[in-house]
């Protein structure tokens, strides 16, 4: 018969939501143009770091404001509204390639100097995430709609996992 065992007790460490400062003090260090709208990206967005890699120039739509993400997590496919911030950084990136086309090890490294420069604590990439939900929720953006926006698999997980900035 299969084995079971019973998992032990971990405690589960709370990451930091990124936040608009957060954001703008590292776009103000990142060096390289795409570095920094890569984190506006990924915090305007909730996408996560592979969907945000994998988006391509025809997946933008200028005219209406929204990107197509497609969700490699789940397998499934949303559009998210660009805001205004966002709209003018990506407008001002070469169009030559992809938005952010570079490896997930070059967008790490140069993340890790632009934080290093910009002497702000070191958040990932899914700290952007995190910050997506977190501005939603504090202005009363329901957690079903949250969920939908960002691509979780369920409210129930976006809650238990990343709604908890206010404990």
């Given at each position: 018969?299969?084995?079971?065992?019973?998992?032990?007790?971990?405690?589960?460490?709370?990451?930091?939501?990124?936040?608009?400062?957060?954001?703008?003090?590292?776009?103000?260090?990142?060096?390289?143009?795409?570095?920094?709208?890569?984190?506006?990206?990924?915090?305007?967005?909730?996408?996560?770091?592979?969907?945000?890699?994998?988006?391509?120039?025809?997946?933008?739509?200028?005219?209406?404001?929204?990107?197509?993400?497609?969700?490699?997590?789940?397998?499934?496919?949303?559009?998210?509204?660009?805001?205004?911030?966002?709209?003018?950084?990506?407008?001002?990136?070469?169009?030559?390639?992809?938005?952010f086309a570079m490896a997930y090890t070059t967008a790490r490294d140069a993340w890790a100097r632009a934080v290093e420069k910009a002497g702000i604590e070191p958040l990932t990439f899914h700290s952007c995430r995190h910050g997506f939900a977190t501005v939603l929720q504090?202005?009363?953006?329901?957690?079903?709609?949250?969920?939908?926006?960002?691509?979780?698999?369920?409210?129930?997980?976006?809650?238990?996992?990343?709604?908890?900035?206010?404990?």
């Amino acid at each position: 018969p299969p084995l079971r065992m019973k998992r032990f007790k971990v405690d589960t460490k709370i990451k930091r939501p990124a936040t608009l400062e957060w954001i703008n003090a590292f776009r103000a260090n990142a060096g390289r143009m795409d570095v920094g709208t890569l984190a506006l990206f990924l915090f305007a967005t909730g996408a996560r770091i592979s969907e945000a890699l994998a988006v391509r120039w025809d997946d933008i739509d200028f005219k209406t404001r929204k990107v197509l993400i497609r969700q490699s997590k789940l397998g499934n496919e949303r559009e998210s509204h660009i805001p205004d911030e966002l709209f003018l950084a990506l407008v001002n990136l070469p169009k030559e390639k992809a938005p952010f086309a570079m490896a997930y090890t070059t967008a790490r490294d140069a993340w890790a100097r632009a934080v290093e420069k910009a002497g702000i604590e070191p958040l990932t990439f899914h700290s952007c995430r995190h910050g997506f939900a977190t501005v939603l929720q504090s202005k009363g953006v329901g957690v079903k709609t949250i969920a939908k926006l960002g691509g979780w698999k369920s409210s129930q997980h976006l809650f238990q996992t990343y709604l908890h900035a206010d404990e």
